[in-house]
């Protein structure tokens, strides 16, 4: 089955800098890779995601790239802002309607 | 206007005891799943329901038990309560659109087995 490592477990960042969490994917027919953020004591939504036929995509300040040969993607987040201190989950599916298997999750602290 | 919800939000029993936890969605989506979430935050999925139709189940012991009466609702009841299912526990929807199946989450259940 799919297994999804992620890198780092924990990550802090100045407020303004960037942050890269990374990801590597075991299932080369992955073809889905959402990335979710958790706050504390709330529920995983959905951020941003990416297709395989795609190998970049943005949104404002986050950014998510897909290397289908490495099999590995990441997600960036520009000019940080400490609402975006969180734990971030990335995860893939094979299909739709297939299970998705999520990586450890990076803990992302911005410091004001 | 709640997209996914899940009752109860907490949840203290005592080990050995049976519980149950609801999860309702009104987005219309077919499919619905169960997560747990334990302590370092580990996101794993446990069943998936299409159309009340069970069509994922992971490695899962038998006291877990999902009921779905209709593809709005998933239950997962729990019999003989251990301290190791303290977790959170997360209900999710999600529907195909071209291609592509992105899950949304309820709340959450906090469980807690003393």
């Known amino acids: 089955g799919e297994n999804v490592e992620q890198h780092p477990s924990t990550l802090s960042v100045q407020e303004g800098d960037s942050a890269v969490i990374k990801c590597t994917y075991s299932d080369s027919a992955s073809n889905y890779f959402p990335w979710y953020k958790q706050e504390l004591g709330k529920r995983p939504q959905l951020i941003i995601d990416?297709?395989?036929?795609?190998g970049e995509k943005k949104d404002q300040r986050i950014a998510v790239t897909l290397n289908k040969t490495a099999k590995h993607f990441s997600l960036h987040i520009t000019e940080t802002q400490p609402e975006d201190s969180a734990v971030y989950f990335c995860a893939a599916s094979r299909a739709a309607g297939n299970k998705l298997t999520f990586g450890g999750g990076t803990r992302v602290l911005v410091k004001p | 206007d709640t997209a996914v919800s899940q009752t109860p939000k907490y949840l203290v029993t005592q080990m050995g005891n049976d519980k149950s936890i609801k999860c309702e969605q009104n987005l219309g989506h077919d499919t619905m799943y169960w997560y747990k979430q334990d302590s370092k935050k580990f996101l794993k999925i446990m069943f998936s329901y299409n159309n009340k139709e069970l069509i994922i189940n992971e490695t899962v012991p038998n006291r877990f038990s999902p009921k779905s009466p209709d593809k709005a609702h998933l239950n997962l009841h729990i019999n003989s309560l251990e301290l190791g299912d303290s977790a959170v526990y997360f209900c999710?929807?999600?529907?195909?659109?071209?291609?592509?199946?992105?899950?949304?989450f309820g709340p959450g259940t906090r469980l807690l087995v003393l």
């Open positions: 999710a929807s999600s529907q195909e659109t071209q291609g592509i199946e992105t899950q949304y």
């Open positions: 990416i297709r395989s036929n795609v």
